[in-house]
């Protein structure tokens, strides 16, 4: 019996000590892991814990200004007056609004808006109910605050182009980021950040987003905002000069704006520099900086004048007789003919049974390449454009930046289209024929350009260098840094006596009697221009219509289906230095229509630069000014 409890007794013993031990080795791993927590590895959890406390934020920086060549502001941030509400600070959020709305013009649907997004988020975060409220505006919330709990007046910054729709084509405009456009980068989440769409805004946003601030807050479980610890501003944005001359950006807009539709670029043929360019009608880019409305955009978007488009680069137009300076140079290189060389015109040419005609209905007679420019002759482009053929055309045009984007910093620049045998065959699977190819020797057909190829062109026959055209001088960083150079450009590759023979044409135009230019001319002693006008046809003339009622005027047509008015030239004939070309939609004849327009912003550009610095344009001569417009050439064009 003893026995029995003494192996008992050891039995529990043994058990109560594998237990003691058991519990004193977990007591043991329980305190080496509360020292580990609380003593090795305290740092690191305060350090979380703080994370949790504190909530890092992102403060979006200025963004960078935008100018002219000489520091004129065209692109700035003003100040942005909003309101907002907090729902947890108010008894009634639909009725402060309706008070609120009583005060202020809230718009439609916005009290149903903002009870949307109350609804959505909670009760201490602020909700926008308007952006963009006047001072006075300000005033009358702020008088009426008392009836108005839990509504605060917050201000912030916005984009804003005082030049209003002068620059809308160039400039661009900023807008809230869409979610196509989000990559990662934090800063395009953040409420209200804008980014550019189109434009100069568009090809350097980054460059004038600048750098982001941060905000270091404290907050509570619930993400409530208890107080600021540290904040650190921001870098601005980078500003870009333009290449722009604002007092001639705006004298080109006034110029243009007596047509329906039309577009002008002048250019430094030197340095490739833009100095204007215009696109008629335009649009007030400040409406989409504070959200264009469904009513706006619709009239935009279905305005038979385009006015968003930017004609200058995006449009493309048949070159009419502004080509010819082109085939007479292809013709002069390739040694095939020579500027005296005659051919006579009748009227028209004859090939297969298809017939071409001039458009002067009794014909030239007897013209050389000097004369032919001078009188804009169809027969004599048909003539040598057969002996050179289509290719030979083709290589000069696109030598002299014709069919090709000219690599302007502004997003969707046109090519425009300079065909050849091989495109032909490629793009419409079929052989080129010889019609087509007179066609094309007067600017018709296929052949299509945009305005600012055309100044390109223009301005690679009057300096003999290969100018790209550019519309920044530099993205001057805060440390006052320029990131741009002045660029020198290669030798076009064209005789200077073929050059010359152009040149020597395009002077004909515009100084000697008949003319086609020569009532468009300057007439003040070293500023004289240089130039080609050109009537690009948008209907067929049918046989039946030359022969019956005869060619019907421009003016007995619908605008659409009249002629697009052209015409291109330099300044001054001596010692060149501008290059300017003007398109008018369905303008009529380019001697009597465009040509003045060249003329005018030629004579600005010329006074303009000796009457630099800070020159307003009340002070210029009164040869700068608007002139009335002259009588259609004794002589026409083609």
Same mark, same amino acid.
């Given at each position: 019996?003893?026995?029995?409890?003494?192996?008992?007794?050891?039995?529990?013993?043994?058990?109560?000590?594998?237990?003691?031990?058991?519990?004193? $080795?977990? =007591?043991?791993?329980?305190? #080496?892991?509360?020292?580990?927590?609380?003593?090795?590895?305290?740092?690191?959890?305060?350090?979380?814990?703080?994370?949790?406390?504190?909530?890092?934020? *992102?403060?979006?920086?200025?963004?960078? *200004?935008?100018?002219?060549?000489?520091?004129?502001?065209?692109?700035?941030?003003?100040?942005?007056?909003?309101?907002?509400?907090?729902?947890?600070?108010?008894?009634?959020?639909?009725?402060? $609004?309706?008070?609120?709305?009583?005060?202020?013009?809230?718009?439609?649907?916005?009290? %149903?808006?903002?009870?949307?997004?109350?609804?959505?988020?909670? &009760?201490?975060?602020?909700?926008?109910?308007?952006?963009?409220?006047?001072?006075?505006?300000?005033?009358?919330?702020?008088?009426?605050?008392?009836?108005?709990?839990? $509504?605060?007046?917050?201000?912030?910054?916005?984009?804003?182009?005082?030049?209003?729709?002068?620059?809308?084509?160039?400039?661009?405009?900023?807008?809230?980021?869409?979610?196509?456009?989000?990559?990662?980068?934090?800063?395009? %989440?953040?409420?209200?950040?804008?980014?550019?769409?189109?434009?100069?805004?568009?090809?350097?946003?980054?460059?004038?987003?600048?750098?982001?601030?941060?905000?270091?807050?404290?907050?509570? #479980?619930?993400?409530?905002?208890?107080?600021?610890?540290?904040?650190?501003?921001? %870098? &601005?944005? !980078?500003?870009?000069?333009?290449?722009?001359?604002?007092?001639?950006?705006?004298?080109? !807009?006034?110029?243009?704006?007596?047509?329906?539709?039309?577009?002008?670029?002048?250019?430094?043929?030197?340095?490739?520099?833009? *100095?204007?360019?215009?696109?008629?009608?335009?649009?007030?880019? !400040?409406?989409?900086?504070?959200?264009? &409305?469904?009513?706006?955009?619709?009239?935009?978007?279905?305005?038979?004048?385009?006015?968003?488009? !930017?004609?200058?680069?995006?449009?493309?137009?048949?070159?009419?007789?502004?080509?010819?300076?082109?085939?007479? $140079?292809?013709?002069?290189?390739?040694?095939?003919?020579?500027?005296?060389?005659?051919?006579?015109?009748?009227?028209?040419?004859?090939?297969?049974?298809?017939?071409?005609?001039?458009?002067?209905?009794?014909?030239?007679?007897?013209?050389?390449?000097?004369?032919?420019?001078?009188?804009?002759?169809?027969?004599?482009?048909?003539?040598?454009?057969?002996?050179?053929?289509?290719?030979?055309?083709?290589?000069?045009?696109?030598?002299?930046?014709?069919?090709?984007?000219?690599?302007?910093?502004?997003?969707?620049?046109?090519?425009?289209?300079?065909?050849?045998?091989?495109?032909?065959?490629?793009?419409?699977?079929?052989?080129?024929?010889?019609?087509?190819?007179?066609?094309?020797?007067?600017?018709?057909?296929?052949?299509?350009?945009?305005?600012?190829?055309?100044?390109?062109?223009?301005?690679?026959?009057?300096?003999?260098? #290969?100018?790209?055209?550019?519309?920044?001088?530099?993205?001057?960083?805060?440390?006052?840094?320029?990131?741009?150079?002045?660029?020198?450009?290669?030798?076009?590759?064209?005789?200077?006596?073929? =050059?010359?023979?152009?040149?020597?044409?395009?002077?004909?135009?515009?100084?000697?009697?008949?003319?086609?230019?020569?009532?468009?001319?300057?007439?003040?002693?070293?500023? %004289?221009?240089?130039?080609?006008?050109?009537?690009?046809?948008?209907?067929?003339?049918?046989?039946?219509?030359?022969?019956?009622?005869?060619?019907?005027?421009?003016?007995?047509?619908?605008?659409?289906?009249?002629?697009?008015?052209?015409?291109?030239?330099?300044?001054?004939?001596?010692?060149?230095?501008?290059?300017?070309?003007?398109?008018?939609?369905?303008?009529?004849?380019? &001697?009597?229509?465009?040509?003045?327009?060249?003329?005018?912003?030629?004579?600005?550009?010329?006074?303009?630069?000796?009457?630099?610095?800070?020159?307003?344009?009340?002070? =210029?001569?009164?040869?700068?000014?608007?002139?009335?417009?002259?009588?259609?050439?004794?002589?026409?064009?083609?």
């Amino acid at each position: 019996m003893w026995h029995r409890d003494s192996d008992r007794y050891k039995l529990f013993t043994r058990r109560a000590l594998m237990l003691g031990a058991g519990k004193g $080795l977990l =007591l043991t791993g329980l305190a #080496a892991r509360m020292y580990y927590l609380q003593v090795l590895e305290s740092d690191r959890y305060r350090t979380l814990a703080d994370e949790n406390r504190i909530s890092h934020r *992102l403060l979006p920086p200025p963004r960078g *200004l935008i100018t002219d060549r000489f520091g004129a502001q065209l692109a700035v941030n003003r100040q942005n007056y909003h309101i907002m509400i907090v729902r947890e600070q108010t008894p009634d959020v639909r009725r402060t $609004l309706e008070i609120l709305n009583q005060i202020i013009d809230l718009g439609p649907g916005i009290i %149903e808006r903002v009870e949307r997004d109350v609804a959505k988020r909670r &009760s201490f975060v602020p909700v926008t109910v308007r952006d963009n409220l006047t001072w006075d505006e300000v005033a009358r919330v702020g008088v009426n605050a008392p009836d108005l709990p839990g $509504l605060i007046i917050d201000a912030g910054r916005s984009r804003d182009y005082p030049e209003g729709p002068h620059l809308a084509h160039t400039l661009g405009y900023v807008a809230a980021v869409s979610e196509k456009e989000l990559n990662g980068d934090p800063l395009l %989440e953040l409420p209200g950040f804008t980014i550019g769409k189109s434009g100069i805004e568009k090809v350097y946003d980054l460059a004038l987003r600048g750098k982001a601030g941060t905000s270091q807050v404290e907050v509570n #479980a619930l993400g409530r905002v208890i107080r600021e610890l540290e904040r650190e501003e921001g %870098e &601005s944005g !980078n500003t870009v000069v333009m290449t722009l001359d604002l007092e001639l950006q705006r004298y080109a !807009n006034q110029r243009l704006s007596r047509q329906e539709s039309a577009s002008a670029v002048v250019m430094d043929i030197h340095n490739g520099e833009v *100095l204007a360019m215009a696109s008629h009608p335009a649009y007030d880019p !400040n409406a989409f900086t504070t959200g264009i &409305s469904h009513r706006l955009w619709n009239s935009l978007v279905n305005n038979p004048y385009s006015p968003l488009s !930017n004609k200058a680069v995006n449009g493309t137009y048949a070159p009419g007789s502004t080509f010819k300076m082109c085939v007479a $140079l292809a013709g002069l290189e390739s040694g095939i003919i020579s500027a005296d060389q005659r051919f006579f015109c009748n009227g028209y040419l004859d090939l297969g049974n298809a017939r071409f005609h001039c458009w002067k209905r009794g014909g030239h007679g007897w013209v050389n390449m000097h004369n032919s420019l001078k009188h804009s002759c169809d027969v004599y482009y048909y003539e040598i454009s057969q002996k050179i053929g289509i290719d030979r055309i083709a290589a000069m045009a696109n030598k002299l930046g014709l069919g090709t984007e000219t690599g302007i910093d502004l997003p969707n620049e046109r090519s425009g289209l300079i065909p050849t045998k091989d495109w032909k065959e490629i793009q419409l699977g079929k052989r080129w024929q010889g019609g087509e190819t007179l066609i094309a020797s007067i600017g018709q057909g296929y052949v299509l350009t945009t305005p600012l190829q055309l100044c390109t062109m223009t301005a690679r026959i009057a300096s003999g260098k #290969a100018v790209k055209p550019h519309l920044t001088r530099d993205h001057v960083a805060p440390d006052g840094i320029s990131s741009r150079q002045n660029e020198e450009f290669p030798d076009i590759q064209i005789s200077r006596a073929s =050059l010359a023979r152009v040149r020597d044409g395009m002077n004909g135009v515009s100084n000697e009697l008949h003319g086609t230019g020569y009532r468009a001319r300057i007439d003040i002693k070293g500023m %004289e221009l240089a130039g080609k006008s050109g009537t690009s046809q948008v209907r067929r003339i049918t046989m039946r219509e030359r022969q019956t009622t005869g060619v019907l005027d421009n003016d007995d047509l619908p605008w659409k289906y009249r002629d697009h008015a052209l015409f291109v030239a330099f300044a001054p004939i001596e010692n060149p230095r501008y290059a300017c070309a003007v398109v008018v939609d369905h303008g009529g004849g380019g &001697s009597s229509v465009a040509a003045p327009i060249v003329r005018d912003l030629l004579i600005k550009a010329q006074e303009l630069q000796s009457a630099r610095p800070g020159i307003s344009a009340a002070d =210029l001569p009164a040869s700068a000014q608007l002139r009335p417009k002259p009588p259609q050439s004794e002589e026409g064009e083609g």
